[in-house]
């Protein structure tokens, strides 16, 4: 008996023991089967709405959509910037789209819309160009020795906004200077240039902008201007400006953040994604950091964050170009002068800004004449061995692009106090200068 109650209570044991065992493997299987489907619904949520779970708000332009709503919704986008292609290729693209009405109609649209463009006259682009906008009249206007190169070279936010407004009611269309002419190389190696068709509807027009000079200088702190550049929560680049008291606001405060938010609210202001060029020293650091070694305020960080802007800036379709290292006639200095300098930037800037082919001359000053560059002429050849392929010098003229096979060289209009004042005739292509003239702005604008 006390055996067999011993026996029993083994059993009892062993039952209890195997019961454990299942137990703990049905658990097991279980945690896995719960990890499994929720891990496989976040998959599914993640295909159907083309958002990452976890994330914050998209950032990139560009984001994978897998709905017909999604597809149509960035088609219109892409189409709306004149990539009509491009927007036929991504709906051709989605499974079964033939059978949504509302993607075959888009891509009818589409291709309806393609038999009206007509490839702009290359000839008759013009080159738009700004230096850092005024946020504060009263403080860039303040009887300081520099106020009067302020209100001759500079434009006030009001200004640069009235202008965008009227130049997009006028059927402008942004465009970049790679997408006038591109570097192609041939078969051997070889590189030349090769225009472009722009393809525009009627009744619209190209035009190239550029902005020179966006380092936030320190002679320009506490004069009314943004104070550099930053990536907001947004992904999106912002502007900081510091007020009097020290405190540090962000806010749409320079051409930047501006022409990118009306880019995302005219997207038919933009042709295929370009935003404008902008033009860069290095003396003094770059978009408001102070990166350069021997400069003041220098700081090794500084470097680190300059880049992460202009990385992002890049993604977004910003150009970056040299604007000479140390502000530099390039026309007047000496070859080995020249040399020195673009040498420098190409140590200093490129590692921050990245590799670009377009020089932006500093004082609009050229290394020739109107007649073609050639092998001759010793400061092209260094610019040359350099890679720059575009040139863009200051000329007054409507239009002055110059194409040859080796590069491409524009001419730019400054749309600043002194052209608007002296010359408002020579806009009127672009805007009447009295519907955007800042009252806030002293007359006469010196002469110069
Ligand atoms: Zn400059």
Not at 158 to 167: N, V
Not at 336 to 349: G, H, M, P
Request: hydrophobic share 35%; with cysteine; glycine share 8%.
């Amino acid at each position: 008996m006390a055996l067999s109650e011993e026996r029993r209570r083994a059993r009892r044991k062993k039952q209890r023991r195997q019961a454990m065992i299942i137990l703990t493997a049905l658990a097991l299987i279980a945690a896995l089967l719960i990890t499994g489907l929720f891990f496989g619904i976040r998959g599914l949520v993640r295909l159907f709405t083309g958002k990452k779970g976890g994330e914050a708000a998209p950032t990139a332009v560009t984001e994978t959509v897998n709905t017909a709503d999604g597809i149509l919704q960035e088609a219109e986008r892409l189409a709306a910037g004149y990539d009509y292609d491009g927007a036929i290729r991504l709906i051709q693209g989605f499974d079964g789209y033939t059978s949504e009405a509302m993607l075959t109609d888009a891509v009818a649209r589409f291709e309806a819309t393609k038999t009206t463009l007509s490839a702009a006259n290359l000839n008759e682009v013009t080159h738009v160009f700004f230096h850092t906008l005024i946020k504060d009249n009263a403080k860039a206007f303040d009887g300081e020795y520099t106020e009067d190169g302020y209100n001759q070279y500079m434009t006030t936010i009001s200004e640069f906004e009235a202008m965008l407004r009227i130049m997009h009611e006028r059927g402008y269309v942004l465009v970049n200077l790679d997408d006038m002419a591109k570097v192609v190389t041939d078969e051997n190696g070889n590189t030349h240039m090769e225009a472009c068709e722009i393809l525009l509807p009627p009744g619209k027009k190209p035009v190239v902008m550029s902005q020179d000079d966006v380092s936030y200088y320190q002679y320009m702190i506490g004069d009314g201007f943004a104070s550099r550049i930053v990536i907001g929560e947004d992904g999106y680049p912002t502007c900081e400006y510091e007020e009097d008291d020290g405190t540090v606001v962000r806010g749409d405060f320079d051409l930047v953040p501006i022409l990118e938010k009306f880019i995302q609210a005219h997207p038919d202001f933009s042709y295929q994604g370009a935003r404008a060029t902008l033009a860069i020293t290095g003396y003094d650091g770059v978009l408001g950091y102070r990166t350069c070694p021997s400069g003041e305020g220098y700081h090794e960080s500084e470097i680190e964050k300059a880049r992460a802007v202009a990385d992002r800036m890049r993604e977004l379709g910003w150009v970056f170009a040299s604007h000479s290292w140390g502000h530099q006639l390039y026309g007047s200095i000496s070859v080995e002068k020249l040399r020195e300098d673009s040498t420098k930037w190409e140590n200093e800037v490129q590692p921050i800004l990245g590799e670009t082919d377009i020089i932006i001359y500093a004082h609009g000053e050229d290394i020739a004449g109107i007649e073609n560059y050639t092998s001759e002429n010793e400061k092209y050849n260094i610019l040359r061995q350099c890679g720059f392929r575009y040139f863009c010098n200051v000329d007054a003229h409507t239009y002055w692009v110059q194409l040859t096979d080796e590069y491409l060289r524009q001419g730019r209009r400054n749309l600043d106090g002194y052209r608007m004042y002296y010359n408002p005739e020579m806009l009127e292509d672009l805007f009447p200068v009295s519907e955007v003239w800042d009252n806030g702005r002293p007359t006469p604008v010196p002469a110069i």
